[in-house]
């Protein structure tokens, strides 16, 4: 599987903003996606995941709310929908894929990483 995430750009505060991921091979829909971030100087951060199924959903505190994580099994494409941004939550970020049709919150449970899309947002 490989993954391109997208969608970055320079947003203000209070803005929004929709990243995708587009996924190539036939076991895309077998499998949860989780999307993580990493700031710099900062350790990569789980900020939620969707079951393979996209029934299921999970997001970090820190996003809770204004975030919203989608997928289209058909499109073979998922989607983190940002809103009320804040500029602590300026990162490059990640959408990762494989094995697991449940999503997990550690990196090293994802075989499959997009290359990174970067997100900034000013005060």
């Known amino acids: 599987v490989q993954l391109q995430a997208s969608g970055g750009g320079l947003v203000q505060a209070g803005g929004s903003l929709r990243l995708s991921c587009a996924a190539s091979?036939?076991?895309?829909?077998?499998?949860?996606m989780g999307w993580f971030r990493q700031a710099p100087g900062k350790e990569r951060e789980f900020v939620g995941g969707i079951s393979s199924n996209g029934r299921s959903t999970y997001y970090a505190d820190s996003v809770k709310g204004r975030f919203t994580i989608s997928r289209d099994n058909a499109k073979n494409m998922a989607y983190l929908q940002m809103n009320s941004l804040k500029p602590e939550d300026t990162a490059v970020y990640y959408c990762?894929?494989?094995?697991?049709?449940?999503?997990?919150?550690?990196?090293?449970?994802?075989?499959?990483w997009g290359r990174g899309t970067l997100v900034t947002v000013s005060s």
């Open positions: 990762a894929t494989g094995p697991r049709t449940f999503y997990s919150w550690q990196p090293h449970e994802y075989d499959y």
């Open positions: 091979g036939r076991t895309f829909s077998s499998y949860a």
